[in-house]
């Protein structure tokens, strides 16, 4: 029998997905067999799967708290912005069509069938299912074909625990205002709510919890502390990434309006030794950096436009003239060759562009997406690196003949002659501890290997004691439904 509970929020960034983490990792110690799953999340911080497709950075997470390995199924739909009005629809794993978001409600529907054909599936491979929601149940304005919280919930008759935040302030109104816009059926199916992000003494909130309860019924699971340590783990959210201060070796990196798959960064943020700043828009790229890291983009023609327009094109040139090491990851490996060229206009408008120069290499778009986990080598010091590719388009040009990576047996990447601006196309690559420390050794400052695998595990483990201190562990397992599939 497997059974299944959901965590929704009182509205957007309350910790949801942090909490489905440590409520998997306290049901994993419990002996249970836990799978993760978000029926529809948007991020451009995607994860490639076991099985060959894509799903949300969050849910592979969750899935290293399980002890699994991410599959498509723990989360079906990922949309992906492309345009401040516009985004990729990925479905189980593969990308459908890019759609406006005023005609993705009417997209919504069809894709019900299929958030409830991975769930039933997944519910095959385990005990218990922790679903996490998107947004608030409160956009009640959404409801209609709603797939991400109620609309999911109901379908599957999941019961529901809501999460509010009390860090933002008004939390009483969030979660009894929830109470009061809910359709009386969608608020029967939660069960129960907790409080998140609390900071300071826990007990001044005790007439709060009871004020909540007496206001909608719902059985009060605890009050949570803020969790200090979240940043050592892998974000999901760009407003997430964060600069960390404190080291020798300075790494830069300029905020892209569209900057995909970033959980590079994290490893080197969690490096001794070095800083990483992340420079918004407005501000110049600092003088002083010992490495500008250009990230990945879900739209990089229209990234590179944004680049320029801040000036950044100037200060990257300046940073090379004196010597600088520069790094383009996927988008970023892109930018920095002579032209860009989206001539099925799958990124936006059909178009060629030049680009920043610094690598003699060209990028053609295409509609095909490279996804794959990958095995590599570092050529300078043989070092072995993994990661994965997510990708459109395929770069030649002659600085591919300096390739600085074996990738899967061929060679990848480019180099200028100086060999100090690189590119590649292999994601989440800095996570390998002892190549990590040879690249940034390069730089003239030695660090020391250090155990980035290890840390993520370690952390996950004080956010699953975290929570167990401070949530009814037990009563929110009790409230878990059996997953039932209809017949057809």
């Known amino acids: 029998m497997t059974r299944a509970i959901m965590i929704q929020g009182a509205g957007s960034n309350v910790g949801k997905s942090l909490l489905v983490a440590g409520i998997a990792r306290a049901a994993v110690r419990r002996g249970l067999s836990v799978a993760p799953f978000k029926p529809q999340n948007m991020s451009n911080n995607a994860a490639v799967t076991v099985d060959g497709g894509e799903i949300g950075r969050a849910q592979a997470l969750q899935a290293l708290a399980c002890g699994r390995d991410p599959v498509v199924d723990m989360n079906p739909v990922l949309l992906k912005p492309e345009t401040d009005v516009g985004a990729q629809v990925v479905v189980q794993g593969q990308r459908l069509t890019t759609v406006r978001a005023r005609d993705y409600a009417a997209l919504k529907p069809t894709l019900l069938p299929r958030v409830l054909d991975s769930f039933y599936r997944l519910a095959q491979s385990c005990d218990l299912i922790v679903v996490e929601g998107a947004g608030s149940p409160a956009e009640v304005n959404l409801r209609a074909g709603d797939i991400a919280n ?47 992000k609390f900071r300071g003494d826990v007990s001044l909130f005790d007439e709060g919890m009871i004020t909540i309860a007496d206001s909608t019924g719902w059985a009060p699971l605890g009050v949570l502390p803020w ?10 959210d760009v407003m997430d990434i964060a600069s960390r201060g404190g080291g020798d070796i300075r790494i830069v990196v300029p905020r892209l309006n569209r900057i995909a798959n970033f959980d590079d960064l994290d490893p080197l943020s969690a490096t001794p030794g070095v800083s990483v700043d992340i420079i918004p828009e407005g501000r110049p790229l600092p003088l002083d950096a010992d490495l500008i890291i250009l990230p990945g983009s879900k739209s990089t023609i229209a990234d590179l436009d944004h680049f320029r327009a801040q000036g950044w094109d100037i200060d990257l040139a300046a940073h090379i003239r004196r010597g600088g090491h520069v790094l383009g990851i996927c988008g970023g490996y892109q930018m920095l060759g002579t032209r860009i060229s989206d001539p099925d206009g799958l990124e936006g408008p059909a178009r060629s562009v030049p680009g920043l120069g610094h690598l003699d290499v060209q990028t053609t778009l295409h509609p095909s997406k490279r996804l794959a986990l990958s095995q590599a080598s570092y050529l300078p010091s043989g070092d072995p690196v993994s990661g994965y590719e997510i990708h459109l388009g395929a770069t030649t040009g002659p600085d591919t003949d300096r390739a600085w990576l074996s990738l899967d047996g061929r060679p990848e990447g480019a180099a200028s002659p100086s060999q100090r601006v690189r590119g590649c196309y292999l994601h989440g690559l800095f996570a390998k501890d002892r190549f990590r420390a040879a690249y940034l050794s390069d730089l003239g400052k030695p660090v020391a290997a250090g155990d980035y695998g290890g840390q993520v595990q370690a952390t996950l483990d004080a956010l699953a004691d975290h929570v167990e201190n401070h949530l009814d562990v037990d009563a929110v397992l009790a409230m878990a439904a059996e997953v039932q599939r209809p017949s057809d």
Not at 170 to 179: K, S
Not at 227 to 236: H, V
């Open 227 to 236: 969790f200090a340590d979240a940043w050592k783990l892998p974000a999901e």
């Open 150 to 196: 109620m609309g999911f919930a109901a379908a599957a008759d999941v019961p529901v625990v809501l999460i509010g935040d009390i860090d933002r302030g008004g939390v009483i109104a969030q979660m009894v205002g929830t109470r009061a816009v809910l359709d009386p059926a969608d608020a029967a199916l939660i069960k129960g709510f907790a409080i998140n």
